[in-house]
């Protein structure tokens, strides 16, 4: 119950006539003055908020995803490469746990958002790429498990 609850919380959310982005504390539109009606301003919104989330837990997903290589690499680095697989393996079970919880989360978002739709493509990216690396890697991994 700190300082922060103090703070209102104006969201954003596109104008359902004009399509400007506009925040639920205003009567009428800036743009086009059309009226707000705050209910559906309201649930405008949420959605929009859950678009920008999927859109970044898509770019942190590609971060994940990403990492997986230094860490990889690590592996074979002597000194780091308790980091390294440490890292790796932790990567090869949150990335794949992470992306099906995307799915979940987001796929039910309808939605012309050209930024929803590059995050969108880049999970599908993701998601295929981690089938190949769980796939692939569970057979070097139990080779490294054996070495280190
Ligand atoms: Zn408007």
């Avoid at 309201?42 to 971060?63: G, H, P, Q, V, W």
């Avoid at 746990?97 to 995050?119: C, E, G, L, N, Q």
């Amino acid at each position: 119950m700190g300082a922060f609850n103090l703070t209102p919380t104006v969201q954003v959310f596109p104008c359902p006539h004009c399509g400007e982005t506009i925040n639920t504390s205003l009567q009428e539109c800036s743009f086009c003055h059309s009226p707000i009606d705050h209910t559906a301003a309201k649930a405008a919104a949420a959605e929009t908020n859950r678009i920008s989330s999927a859109c970044s837990d898509a770019s942190y997903l590609k971060i994940m995803l990403a990492l997986l290589i230094p860490f990889g690499l690590l592996i074979f680095v002597p000194l780091l490469n308790l980091i390294g697989l440490v890292g790796f393996v932790f990567l090869k079970y949150a990335v794949p746990v992470m992306t099906i919880r995307w799915w979940i989360k987001y796929r039910s978002i309808t939605t012309a958002d050209p930024d929803f739709h590059s995050a969108r493509g880049t999970v599908i990216f993701v998601s295929a790429i981690t089938l190949l690396v769980v796939c692939f890697l569970r057979v070097s991994l139990f080779g490294l498990s054996v070495r280190v």
